[in-house]
């Protein structure tokens, strides 16, 4: 029986520690034959079981050109992530997916890219950076903010070192006030305040920007007064899902499916939604 | 010329499909005052005519209340799963109410859009509808409001129109032939068309009500009195939402599709604790929105077949009719940041 809720199994070939709640996990198909039919395009989500506590949804955070693995990655908050959180390599978990919209990295091409993440919400916007690195000669200048509550909650904090050496690459990392160590040597202040200071040049520019809702919806004026227009400010929504495929009824911001016609918006298509994000 | 059918001769079919290995079900009383869809070990449980309509669905037989999705196994770091292969029983409903049969359509879309729902779709071939036209509705029911009525043939493979005597036959399926091919006998009376109950709102003045004031006050009103319960979704025939989770110990278990419900806190909640529809208000407003704005601007028309059972099941008499009602005469005209605060609070 063609089952649409049943998932492929994947064997954790690692785990890796981030902060003292965050994890990230490289999982690949058990049947080699399913890894090479297997693809997807940054941006895009899947259902990521623990059997025995329940099926989490996540992005993909590993980019789409890596085609031997995914990867995603967790904060550990509920059943299911107290699960993921006990996994180690060679152990088996459930994928389904891919699922939803994904990130237009074709329009893209051409324009310079300004990511903005806030806190456990660096993984979406990982996928496009390394998609984007990868293919560096089609993309402007890239720019990425990331702040997080302390110094010690920063997720992919090596990565962010690589991002900064890769050509016409900025990166700017801050910390939320009173998150600083001694050696802290970058930003300290709110990601919408170190949006303002950091002068990002606007033109020619669409911005990603993930986090919290409460700092998404003060770092909108910013890139507002910046100049972007709402066509050009994307965002990845975080609702609660449980199927994935537009059955189960509870991840509708108003009229919209964030697992069908989401979980990728521009601002200019959440303006025209109730606000039940 | 139309067939017919006696009431013996109808209920001694039944007990043929009943005898011949079928399942059958359709209402019963299964204490006093208690009528639901149940599985009949014979045609005289049957409770037809005098009662409005059972207090459930006939969804149960397509979308559990419980259902096992697959089951996996742990062999150390291994985990070994076991697709399920559904074989659904063969099911004849008989006296199913034309506002359950309608509801079936609707859910059709929702089980088939993009991804195929098997675990719906199995069972709804293995199916066979037996309509009874209805010939009395209570203050509850709406169906003519919906575009609906008490004979309509939408999701039927039989309809049943009561006579004086007996019933006139419409095999409207190939399906409803088989169960009806030579039972019936040609007959000159056709059944008159029931009116049904009145019409009490106007799904078009609805859906711009809905599409317009989105901060209404009306659903804190309405919220106020609501109990979270989810007797409303439970019991009526269209709503389909689900919850998946695990049943299992050390050694395994299976994955399971539980109802849900729209009216429940949980059923948003992030798992930073973030809830998208955080109070009641919201929450009752997404009901309404789903059955009459979301539901109509996908797929073409309503998740509601007017059955009634919403406000009949509420422990303080809330539901569709309720709410419209509530909607139709609330103030259009107030200050839409004003109460954009007031719904949020
Ligand atoms: S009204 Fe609520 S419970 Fe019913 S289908 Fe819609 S969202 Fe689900
Ligand atoms: S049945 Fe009534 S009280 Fe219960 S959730 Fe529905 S509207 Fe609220
Ligand atoms: S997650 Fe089930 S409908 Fe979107």
Known sequence: MNNIYMPELMKVIGVKQHTADVKSVKIRFQDPATTDAFSFRVGQFGMFSAFGSGESTFNICSSSNWKDHIEFCFRKTGMVTESLWRIEEGDSIGFRGPYGNSYPMEDWEGRNLIFIGGGIAMPPIRCAIWYALENRAKYGDITIVYGARTAADFVFADELDQWAQAERTRVVRCVDPGGETPDWNYEVGLIPHVIERAAIPAENSIALVVGPPIMIKFTLPVLDKMGLGTKDIYTSLENRMKCGVGKCGRCNCGPVYVCKEGPIFTLEQLHRLPLDY | ?345
């Open chain 2, 1 to 345: 010329m139309s067939e017919a059918i006696t009431q013996a001769a109808l209920l001694s079919l039944v007990d043929d499909w009943i005898s011949g290995g079928r399942t059958v079900s359709g209402p019963s009383f299964v204490k006093e005052g208690l009528l639901l869809y149940e599985d009949l070990q014979n045609a005289g449980q049957l409770a037809l005519g005098k009662v409005i309509r059972p207090a459930d669905s006939i969804k149960k037989y397509f979308l559990p209340r419980h259902e096992e999705l697959y089951r996996y196994t742990f062999a150390g770091q291994n985990t070994c799963l076991e697709n399920i292969d559904l074989v659904p029983v063969e099911r004849v409903i008989v006296g199913a109410r034309p506002c359950d049969a309608a509801a079936l359509p609707v859910l059709d879309k929702v089980f088939n859009w993009d991804y195929v729902d098997e675990f719906y779709t199995r069972r709804r071939d293995a199916t066979t509808v037996v309509t009874i036209a209805c010939t009395l509705w209570d203050d509850q029911c709406f169906c003519t409001s919906v575009g609906l009525g008490p004979a309509v043939e939408k999701g039927s493979d039989v309809l049943l129109l009561p006579l004086a005597e007996g019933y006139e036959v419409r095999c409207l399926t190939e399906k409803g032939q088989r169960l009806f091919a030579g039972k019936t006998t040609p007959s000159e009376t056709m059944a008159a068309a029931p009116t049904g109950p009145e019409r009490k709102f106007d799904t078009k003045e609805i859906d711009a009500l809905l599409h317009g004031d989105y901060e209404n006050p009306v659903w804190r009103d309405i919220a106020l009195r609501c109990l979270g319960c989810g007797s409303c979704a439970f019991t009526c025939p269209t709503c389909h939402c689900f919850d998946i989770t695990d049943e299992g110990n050390a050694s395994g278990g299976c994955r399971v599709k539980n109802w849900d419900c729209c009216q429940f806190n949980m059923f948003t909640m992030h798992a930073s604790g973030h809830n998208p529809r955080s109070n009641q208000a919201q929450r009752q407003r997404q009901r309404i929105q789903h059955k009459f704005r979301i539901y109509p601007d996908k797929f073409g028309e309503v998740l509601c077949t007017g059955c009634g059972n919403c406000t009949r099941n509420c422990p303080v008499s809330l539901g569709v009719l309720t709410t419209m009602e509530a909607l139709a005469s609330s103030d259009a005209g107030r200050d839409a940041t004003e109460n954009a605060a007031s719904l949020k609070g």
